[in-house]
Structures are given as structure tokens and as C-alpha cells.
């Protein structure tokens, strides 16, 4: 089976309310913001010459990808399968609300409790098993291609803890935060994945926001993925 060539995997750009825990049950648009930082990166990926663009179904993965596919003049599809974490009694609150059990989750997750979740929300085990099924379409139906994927903070981290060598959940604080529109570069492998570069804020996105990356904790209203 083919491979992609290279694969671009990335957040969305700000969400019109970053302080708030979105969640899969949360189809949030962008941000004034955000729709800007989603132009400055469809400008910038026209230098990197990507030949389709693969985003999740909600709208503010839809709304950074579709500048993308546009500027670079390639096809942009979508994959239900990238979508955001279902949060369950998490979705709609603020980020101070949750930090606690977030923490929590993530401490369990880290100690290889990856079954351990809250009311209604997915475990990392869950996240596992959807997001290697949408990894694995995704990258079937694109082969030889140069793809760029938009999906969500914690979808990206996932991936890339379960796709590069050496990683998987004990090393979430290693990998870092997720900030908006940050890109990883990667070379798919037969087992995985090579990493030329791992999130990245691209130097125009950057520009809008005073040099500073969006969507990172834990000032008030960033959220901590």
C-alpha cells in the first residue's frame, strides 16, 4: 500500500470563544482572529506546494482548511473521523472550571490509565482506536500525495504520541502544548511516522499575534491541551 508523501497535521486557528472547553458536542466558529490566522496559513502553505487538504467535519477545522485548499488550489475533503474530543459534562465551560480534573485526566493518562475519563467524555483509549481508524483511511486514499490535515488540539496530540517512535501516552508532557495552527511536519513510514518538525506556529501566524501562539494555557482564557 502507498504512502503519502509528506503529511502536514495541524490545529485550527482561534475559536471566537477560546476561553470556553470545546468539545465535539461544541461546533464553534472562528474568531476575527482566527479567520485571519486561517488566510496568513493558506498563504503560507502555497511555498510548501501540498497537493490536497484533509479536514475534520466542524466548522472551525472546515473554516482553516478551506483557505488552504483555496490559495494552494488543491481538493479539500473531509474526515468525520479528526473530529474534536467528545468532553461530555466539560463541554461549554470555562477553562478555570476544569483545570483541576483535567489535570487529573491527564495524570492518569500519563500513568497508562488510558480507560480513566469523566461523565460523558472519551478516554485516551477511545481517542486511541477512532483516531488511527481516521489516520489510516485518510492516508490510504492519499497516496503519494503531499497532505495536510486540520484537526483539533488534542487530535493532533494523539496522533502524534501514537505515531512517532518512542512516544504513546507517558509522553504527553514531553510532546508540549497544542497551539492554535500549530503544524507538524511528518514523513509516514510503514509503521508510522518520522517527524521533520513538530508543532510549529508558522512565522505569518505568528505576526498576527504579536509573536505569541494562541490557544495555550495557562493565562485565562487559553485552553491547555
Given at each position: 500500500m502507498g504512502l503519502p508523501e509528506c503529511v502536514w497535521l495541524l490545529r485550527h486557528a482561534e475559536t471566537a470563544t477560546p476561553h470556553v472547553f470545546h468539545g465535539a458536542e461544541s461546533d464553534e466558529v472562528l474568531s476575527r482572529l482566527g479567520e485571519r490566522q486561517a488566510e496568513a496559513l493558506g498563504a503560507w502553505f502555497v511555498?510548501?506546494?501540498p497537493t490536497v487538504v484533509v479536514s475534520s467535519a466542524m466548522r472551525r477545522a472546515v473554516a482553516t482548511?478551506?483557505?488552504?485548499?483555496?490559495?494552494?488550489?488543491?481538493?479539500?475533503?473531509?474526515?468525520?473521523?479528526?473530529?474534536?474530543?467528545?468532553?461530555?459534562?466539560?463541554?461549554?465551560?470555562?477553562?478555570?472550571?476544569?483545570?483541576?480534573a483535567w489535570r487529573e485526566t491527564v495524570a492518569q493518562w500519563t500513568t497508562g490509565a488510558t480507560d480513566f475519563t469523566t461523565p460523558g467524555a472519551e478516554s485516551y483509549a477511545d481517542?486511541?482506536?477512532?483516531?488511527?481508524?481516521?489516520?489510516?483511511?485518510?492516508?490510504?486514499?492519499?497516496?503519494?500525495?503531499?497532505?495536510?490535515?486540520?484537526?483539533?488540539?488534542?487530535?493532533?496530540?494523539?496522533?502524534?504520541?501514537?505515531?512517532?517512535?518512542?512516544?504513546?501516552?507517558?509522553?504527553?508532557?514531553?510532546?508540549?502544548r497544542v497551539p492554535n495552527v500549530a503544524v507538524s511536519r511528518l514523513t509516514p513510514t510503514p509503521h508510522g511516522c518520522d517527524a521533520v518538525s513538530l508543532l510549529a506556529v508558522p512565522e505569518p501566524v505568528?505576526?498576527?499575534?504579536?509573536?505569541?501562539?494562541?490557544?495555550?494555557?495557562?493565562?485565562?482564557?487559553?485552553?491547555?491541551?
Open positions: 511555498a510548501q506546494r482548511a478551506a483557505p488552504v485548499a483555496r490559495l494552494c488550489g488543491v481538493p479539500h475533503a473531509i474526515e468525520p473521523g479528526f473530529h474534536e474530543r467528545r468532553v461530555g459534562d466539560f463541554c461549554g465551560r470555562e477553562f478555570v472550571e476544569v483545570e483541576v481517542l486511541h482506536t477512532r483516531l488511527l481508524d481516521a489516520w489510516h483511511r485518510t492516508v490510504a486514499a492519499h497516496a503519494g500525495a503531499r497532505l495536510v490535515i486540520v484537526a483539533h488540539g488534542i487530535v493532533c496530540k494523539v496522533l502524534l504520541l501514537e505515531l512517532l517512535a518512542d512516544h504513546g501516552p507517558t509522553a504527553w508532557g514531553r510532546i508540549g505568528l505576526r498576527l499575534n504579536d509573536g505569541l501562539p494562541t490557544g495555550l494555557g495557562p493565562v485565562p482564557g487559553r485552553p491547555t491541551v
